[in-house]
C-alpha cells in the first residue's frame, strides 16, 4: 500500500553525533518518525542504539546534531523536558525502584502536581483501559518482571506521550506477554502515540514496525519498509554479509550415559531477593545439550551456585556426577573432576577486570600449577605460569584484544566471553554448565559461541545451557525445562514441546505445585 | 528520679541529631563516616560563636553552619570526585579533629553561659512531664521535631520518595532525570547540620568549656544508631535514650561507689555499640531492602 | 561542564604522578589555612617539614618516627587490599603492647635475651586477638567491621588505663599512672654509632622495618594468599568462583593486620617508654591509614610514606615548641592528603575532560 496523503513527521533527529572519550558512539544519525507509527530501530549489541534513544530522552547530551519536534526545533538536556514535551520511554532494565511502591514509583516520575488519591485513581483507570492490571501499592521488589514493565508502561501512559520508547522490551517477556505486548503498543499507535521501538530481533520487527532504521557501529545505513523485505536482508545488513553467513553444523544425537544427576535438590535462600530451589531434579547424559530456560531472577544464579560449589549443598547426594556424590565438594574439587561452570555475570564473577588476562587463566588454574611444585615451592605463586595458556587460549578462539596481554577489563563483552569461554574448555572439561553465555554479547561472538556449545556436545560432553533467550534454546538443546520460581519443570525432549508451552510453564504461577516434577 | 531522666535526655540529644542527620544522607546513598569530625567542628563552632558574641542562641547558627561546611569538604570529594567514601569518611574525622584541634586552641579554658531552658506555658507545670518535656532546651525541642518532621518527610512527601529513590537505585533516579548529585549534596549536608547541631549542644548544654576531641567518639555510635534503627527514624529515638541511659548509668554507677572500676563502666556504651551492632546485623543479611541499596556506591554520572 | 569517562585501563601516569601532586597540593592549601588562622604560613610550614631535617639526630628520629607507622601501615595493605576497612589499629596496637608488657611485667623470672621475642610473638597474638573480634563478628554474622574495630580502640584505651592505674601501677610511682620498668631483657636499645655515640633515639627496632616490610612484599605479591587478597578486595564474587575461600581471606587479613599492629606497640613501648602508661600510642593506628594511602598500598611505598608522615609529626612537634601551634594539626595535613590522594585514585579511573555543550 502506497500512502498517498503526505505523513506527517512528529519527530526528526537530524546528524546526531555522540562520544565517550575517544570513542564515537553515535555518528551523524538521522531518523524521522511518522506520527501514529511504530518505528523500530534495530541493530546488534553495541551499534548504539540506547546511545541514541538516551539523548532523545535527554539523558545523554549529542555533541552535535538538532531534533524537531513537530517541525520546531526543541532542546531535550534532561528527561524532565523530555517529557515536558511529550516523549516516554520505556527502559530496558527498566528504570523502577525495588524500595518503593508502585505508585511512589509512578508519582516521582510525574512533573505535574497530584494527590496521592488522585494518583491511585489515575493509575487504576489507565491500568483498567489498556488492559494492564497492577496493584498501585505494591512494592516493586516483589513483581515480576512482566508486571515491573506494565508500571513502566502506565507511567509513560500518565503523561500522555507523542512518543513512546521502547529499548529492548521483549528481551524479559515470555512469548504470550509479548504477544500481549504487542497488542497495547499497536492499540496505542492507533490512538496517534508514535512509538520508537529497538530491538535486535528480527521477526518483532517485522511484525510489529512500520518503518525501520538500521544502525551499524553507530552509524545510521538504511531505513527502510520492514513488510516489504526479509529477515536475511535485514541480518545481512544489521551484522555483515559474513557472519549473516556462517553455516550451522548439525547437533549429533547423545549417549545414553549419564554425566550428571541432580536429585532432590533443595537449597533456601539466603536473602529475600533471592529463590529458593524446591526440590530439583534433572539428569544430564554426554553428548546431550540439556536446555533450562525461564525469565531472570527465578532461581538460575542459586542453581547455578550450587552447580559449581560455590554453595556447599545440604547433603552430598543431592548432585551425583558418574554416579558418585560430589555435593559437598568445592569449586575447585569439581573443576578438577572436570566440571566446568560459566556463570551469568563475566565482569567480577568470572573474571576480575583490574587483572591481567594471565592472572585470570591463573585464577581457574592454579591449582593445576601447585600440582607440578614440590612443597617448598609451593609456597610461591608465579602466574606468568599462565602467560602461555593464556595466549593460546586468545589464539584459539579468535578473542580480538587491544594489546597483547591486556587487563580483562579492556576487551568488550564479546570478546571477554570467548576468553572465558575459552578459559573454560582448555581443561578439556567433562561437563560444561553455561549460564547466559550470550547475554549482551554482539551477533558475530554469539554466533560463534553457540557453535562452539554444539561442538563441545558432539565432542561428547555433557551441556547444560540456562539461557532467556528462547530462539537460544530451541536452537541448541536435545532437551528442555524451565524455571519458575525455584521450581524446575519436566525435561522434555525438544521435540516434544513447543515455544508456546516453555511460555507458559515461564510465565505461570508454580510456586505451590511441584507434583509435576518427576523424572 | 527527674534529674536521672533530664541527664539522660541531655546526653543522648548529641546522638539523636547526628544519627538522624546520618540517616538522611544514608537514605540518599551517602555514607558519612565523618560524622565524629562534624560534631567536634559544630562544638568548636559554637563554642567559639558563644565566647566571641555572648549569646548561646549563636552557637547553635554557628554549630549548624560549621557542620555544613565540614559535610561540603566531604560531598565535593566523595560526590564530584567519586573518592572512596569509607575512607574519605574516615579523613574527615581525621581533618575535623586536627581543624578543631587547631581553631580551638586559643579557646582552652574558657567557659561559655549554657543554653537557657524554655518552659512551654502552663504545661511545663504539670508533675514529673512537665518537668521532663516541657522544660527543655531549643536544640531538644528541635531534635524531636526533627524526627517528626523526618519521618512525614521520607513517608509522605515527593522529595522524600525522590530521596529514597537515589538511594535505592542512583542510575535509575538519574535516568529519570534527577540530579543525584545534587540531592545526595543537600542530604550530605543536612547530616552535617545535625551532626553540627549535636556537636554544639556538648559546650552548650554538657561541658561549659571546650576540649580537644570533646566529642569522644560520639559520632561514630551515631553511625551505629542509624544501623540499629534500621533506617527508621523514630526507632533513633529508642537508640538513643537507651545509650543515653547506659552513658549515664556508668556515672551513677561511679557516684554510688560500684565495685567496678570506672574505665570498665566507661566502656560500656562502646560494648554496647557493638552488641547492639551484632543483633541487629544479622537480621539484614536476611532482609536485604532494609539498608539503602546505592549505599556507599559511588554515583558516576556518564554524560 | 566537567565529564568523567571510565578508563578501560588504570593510568600508569598517575601512579607516581598522585601522591607527587598531593603533598604538593596539601602543603600549598595548608599554608592557606595557617595563614586564615591566623598564623605565619611560612614559618609554620618550615618547623613542620623542614626543621626535622636540620639536625642528623633529628633525621634519625623521623625513622624511629616511622617506624611504628610503617609496621602498622604494612598490616593495613593486607586489610585495603582486601577491601577490608580494619580502621582499629590503634585499639590492636594498645592491646599488643598491654599483653606484651604485662607478660614481661608479671613474670620476671622470663627475663633472659629471649624475653624481647617471647614478647614480640605476645604482641603479634595481642594484636590479632584484638582484630579478631570484628573479623569473627564479620564473617559469622555479617557485622560492619569499621564501627566494631572502631569501637574496639575506645575500648582498649581504658582498658590500658585501668590496667597501668589498677592492677599493675607500680606502688613506687608517687601516684604516677606508671607501670614498673621493663625487666632488661625487654628493652630494645639504642644504636651505638661508633665515634658518635647515640644518634637520637634511633634503636634496634627499626630493623623490624627491614624484616617485616620484605615478607609483606613477598606475601603479597608472591604467594596464593596475595593473589587471592588482591581478587577478594577487586571482584569478591570472582573469589568464590576460583574457590578461594573469602571468610577465610577475610579472617586472615584481619588477624594479620591486627598482629603487626601489636608488634609495633610491644617495639614502641620497649624501645621508647621502657615502663607502660596510660597513653602509649598518639594516634599511630589512625596516621597509619594515610600512610597506607600515600604509599598506594604497597610496602616499599609505604617505608617512603612512614618517614613523610613522621616528618610532619615530628615538625609539629617542633612548631608546637617554636610557635605554639597545636600539634594536632598533623590531623589537618593528614585529612588534606588523604582527600587529595583519594582524588588522585579517581583520576587514575578516570579520564578527566570539559566538554562544551551546545544545543
Known amino acids: 500500500m502506497v500512502n498517498l496523503k503526505e505523513p506527517e513527521i512528529l519527530f526528526k533527529a537530524h546528524k546526531i553525533t555522540k562520544y565517550f572519550g575517544e570513542f564515537k558512539a553515535n555518528d551523524s544519525i538521522n531518523i524521522s518518525i511518522i506520527k501514529g507509527k511504530i518505528h523500530a530501530l534495530l541493530g546488534e549489541n553495541g551499534a548504539g542504539k540506547s546511545t541514541l534513544v538516551k539523548i532523545f530522552y535527554g539523558i545523554f547530551k549529542p555533541d552535535s546534531g538538532s531534533i524537531e519536534l513537530n517541525n520546531q526545533k526543541i532542546n531535550i538536556s534532561s528527561p524532565k523536558l523530555a517529557r515536558s514535551h511529550g516523549i516516554g520511554m520505556v527502559f530496558q532494565h527498566f528504570s523502577l525502584f525495588p524500595a518503593l511502591n508502585i505508585a511512589e514509583n509512578i508519582l516521582i516520575s510525574l512533573d505535574k502536581k497530584i494527590s496521592f488519591k488522585q494518583l491511585i485513581l489515575d493509575i487504576s483507570e489507565l491500568s483498567k483501559k489498556w488492559d494492564l492490571s497492577i496493584d498501585p501499592l505494591k512494592k516493586v521488589s516483589e513483581l515480576s518482571v512482566g508486571e515491573q514493565q506494565r508500571v513502566e508502561i502506565i507511567r509513560c501512559l500518565m503523561q500522555n506521550p507523542k512518543l513512546l520508547i521502547m529499548d529492548e ?22 490512538s496517534g502515540c508514535s512509538i520508537l521501538y529497538i530491538s535486535h530481533k528480527l521477526e518483532e520487527i517485522i511484525e510489529l514496525a512500520d518503518q525501520v532504521t538500521i544502525l551499524k557501529s553507530g552509524k545510521s545505513i538504511a531505513t527502510i519498509n520492514p513488510k516489504k523485505t526479509t529477515i536475511s536482508y535485514l541480518a545481512e545488513k544489521m551484522v555483515g554479509k559474513e557472519i549473516a553467513k556462517l553455516k550451522k553444523i548439525s547437533k549429533k544425537p547423545f549417549t545414553k550415559k549419564i554425566a550428571l544427576k541432580i536429585i532432590n535438590l533443595n537449597k533456601q535462600k539466603e536473602n529475600n531477593f533471592g529463590t529458593t530451589l524446591n526440590n530439583i531434579n534433572f539428569e544430564v547424559n554426554y553428548g546431550e545439550i540439556l536446555g533450562i530456560a525461564g525469565i531472570a531472577g527465578n532461581g538460575q544464579i542459586e542453581l547455578m551456585e550450587t552447580l559449581s560449589g560455590e554453595t556447599k549443598c545440604k547433603y552430598d547426594k543431592e548432585i551425583l556426577f558418574n554416579n558418585k556424590p560430589i555435593g559437598f565438594k568445592g569449586v575447585q574439587e569439581r573443576r578438577d573432576l572436570g566440571i566446568e561452570t560459566i556463570p551469568e555475570e563475566r565482569n567480577y564473577h568470572a573474571t576480575v577486570p583490574d587483572l591481567k588476562l594471565h592472572e585470570n587463566t591463573f585464577l581457574t588454574c592454579y591449582q ?152 | 528520679m527527674d534529674a536521672l531522666i533530664l541527664t539522660i535526655i541531655a546526653t543522648s540529644i548529641p546522638l539523636l541529631l547526628a544519627a538522624s542527620g546520618e540517616l538522611i544522607a544514608e537514605k540518599s546513598g551517602v555514607l558519612n563516616l565523618g560524622v565524629e569530625g562534624m560534631m567536634l567542628s559544630g562544638a568548636v563552632g559554637a563554642f567559639g560563636a558563644v565566647l566571641w558574641l555572648g549569646n548561646p542562641y549563636f552557637g547553635i547558627i554557628a554549630g549548624a553552619i560549621s557542620g555544613i561546611l565540614m559535610a561540603s569538604v566531604f560531598s565535593i570529594f566523595t560526590i564530584n570526585f567519586m573518592t572512596n567514601q569509607v575512607a574519605t569518611g574516615l579523613g574527615l574525622t581525621i581533618f575535623a579533629t586536627g581543624f578543631s584541634g587547631l581553631a580551638g586552641a586559643p579557646l582552652v579554658g574558657k567557659t561559655i553561659p549554657s543554653l537557657p531552658k524554655i518552659e512551654v506555658y502552663l504545661l511545663s507545670d504539670i508533675p514529673l512531664i512537665g518537668n521532663i518535656f516541657f522544660k527543655q532546651d531549643l536544640i531538644a525541642y528541635i531534635s524531636i521535631l526533627l524526627i517528626i518532621l523526618i519521618t512525614f518527610f521520607l513517608n509522605s512527601s515527593k522529595p522524600g520518595i525522590v530521596l529514597r529513590a537515589v538511594g535505592d537505585n542512583h542510575n535509575n533516579a538519574h535516568s529519570i532525570g534527577y540530579p543525584v548529585k545534587k540531592i545526595r549534596w543537600l542530604a550530605t549536608c543536612f547530616g552535617g547540620m545535625c551532626a553540627g547541631l549535636g556537636g554544639a549542644y556538648i559546650p552548650l548544654l554538657l561541658t561549659p568549656h571546650w576540649s580537644e576531641g570533646m566529642t569522644s567518639g560520639r559520632g561514630w555510635i551515631a553511625i551505629a544508631l542509624v544501623v540499629f534503627a534500621s533506617w527508621i527514624p523514630w526507632r533513633i529515638i529508642v537508640g538513643a535514650f537507651l545509650f543515653g541511659g547506659i552513658t549515664i548509668a556508668q556515672f551513677v554507677g561511679q557516684a554510688r561507689g560500684w565495685p567496678i572500676p570506672s574505665q570498665i563502666l566507661s566502656m560500656m556504651p562502646y560494648i554496647a555499640t557493638i552488641i547492639a551492632l551484632t543483633i541487629i546485623s544479622g537480621r539484614f543479611s536476611k532482609n536485604k531492602s532494609v539498608v539503602p541499596e546505592s549505599l556507599g556506591k559511588p554515583f558516576v554520572d556518564v554524560a | 561542564m566537567i565529564v568523567f569517562t571510565p578508563r578501560n585501563k588504570p593510568s600508569k601516569n598517575w601512579i607516581f604522578l598522585a601522591p607527587t601532586l598531593s603533598i604538593i597540593l596539601t602543603v600549598i592549601l595548608g599554608g592557606f589555612i595557617f595563614a586564615f588562622l591566623g598564623y605565619n604560613p611560612g614559618e609554620t610550614l618550615y618547623h613542620i617539614f623542614i626543621s626535622p631535617f636540620t639536625r642528623i639526630d633529628r633525621i634519625s628520629d623521623v625513622f624511629v618516627k616511622a617506624c611504628p607507622l610503617i609496621i602498622i601501615g604494612t598490616g593495613l595493605i593486607f586489610c585495603f587490599k582486601a577491601n577490608v576497612w580494619n580502621i582499629g589499629a590503634e585499639g590492636q596496637f594498645i592491646i599488643g603492647a598491654l599483653l606484651a608488657g604485662s607478660f614481661g611485667l608479671l613474670f620476671p623470672e622470663m627475663d633472659t635475651k629471649f624475653l624481647l621475642l617471647i614478647m614480640i610473638f605476645i604482641g603479634f597474638l595481642g594484636g590479632a586477638l584484638w582484630a579478631f573480634i570484628p573479623a569473627i563478628l564479620k564473617t559469622k554474622l555479617n557485622v560492619n567491621e569499621i564501627l566494631v574495630s572502631l569501637m574496639l580502640v575506645y575500648i582498649a584505651m581504658l582498658l590500658i588505663d585501668f590496667v597501668v592505674r589498677g592492677p599493675l601501677r607500680d606502688p613506687m610511682s608517687f601516684g604516677f599512672p606508671l607501670t614498673k620498668a621493663y625487666p632488661e631483657g625487654a628493652l630494645i636499645n639504642k644504636i651505638p654509632i661508633p665515634g658518635i655515640g647515640f644518634l637520637g633515639q634511633l634503636h634496634y627496632g627499626v630493623i623490624s622495618v627491614f624484616i617485616l616490610v620484605p615478607i609483606a612484599w613477598v606475601i603479597i605479591n608472591k604467594t596464593l594468599l596475595g593473589f587471592q587478597i588482591k581478587v577478594l578486595g577487586s571482584a569478591p564474587k570472582a573469589t568464590s568462583f576460583a574457590g578461594f575461600k573469602e571468610k577465610r581471606i577475610t579472617m586472615i587479613v584481619l588477624l594479620l593486620s591486627g598482629g603487626l599492629a601489636g608488634i609495633a606497640g610491644v617495639i614502641e613501648v620497649s624501645a621508647n617508654m621502657g615502663q607502660l602508661q596510660p597513653e602509649i600510642s598518639f594516634g599511630y593506628g589512625f596516621t597509619a591509614i594515610i600512610v597506607v594511602f600515600l604509599g598506594r598500598l604497597n610496602p616499599i611505598g609505604i617505608i617512603l610514606a612512614g618517614i613523610i608522615i613522621a616528618t610532619v609529626k615530628l615538625g609539629a612537634d617542633n612548631a608546637q615548641m617554636a610557635i605554639g601551634i597545636p600539634k594536632v594539626v598533623t590531623g589537618l595535613f593528614e585529612g588534606i592528603l588523604l582527600f587529595f590522594l583519594l582524588t588522585g585514585e579517581t583520576l587514575q579511573k578516570y579520564q578527566i575532560a570539559w566538554k562544551n555543550y551546545r544545543s
Not at chain 1, 169 to 190: D, G, N
Not at chain 1, 372 to 389: A, Q
Not at chain 1, 470 to 482: G, P, R, Y
Open chain 1, 368 to 519: 593445576k600449577y601447585f600440582a607440578t611444585k614440590n612443597f617448598f615451592s609451593s609456597l610461591f605463586i608465579n602466574p606468568e605460569y599462565s602467560l602461555d595458556e593464556s595466549i593460546r587460549i586468545i589464539e584459539d578462539n579468535d578473542v580480538r584484544c587491544p594489546e597483547k596481554n591486556p587487563f580483562a577489563s579492556q576487551l568488550s563483552g564479546g570478546n571477554l566471553q570467548k576468553f572465558i569461554l575459552g578459559r573454560s574448555l582448555a581443561s578439556n572439561p567433562k561437563v560444561a554448565i553455561f549460564a547466559q553465555p550470550t547475554w549482551g554479547v554482539d551477533v558475530g561472538a554469539a554466533t560463534l559461541i553457540r557453535q562452539k556449545l554444539i561442538n563441545i556436545a558432539n565432542d561428547g560432553k555433557a551441556v547444560i545451557l540456562i539461557s532467556q533467550d528462547l530462539e537460544e534454546i530451541f536452537h541448541l538443546s536435545d532437551k528442555i525445562s524451565v524455571i519458575n520460581n525455584g521450581y524446575l519443570s519436566d525435561i522434555k525432549s525438544i521435540k516434544d514441546i513447543t515455544a508456546i508451552d516453555v511460555g507458559l510453564l515461564m510465565g505461570s504461577n508454580l510456586n505451590s505445585s511441584n507434583e509435576n516434577n518427576i523424572i
Open chain 1, 169 to 190: 522490551p521483549t528481551s524479559v517477556l515470555t512469548p504470550q506477554e509479548i504477544t500481549s505486548l504487542f497488542k497495547i503498543l499497536k492499540k496505542l499507535a492507533k
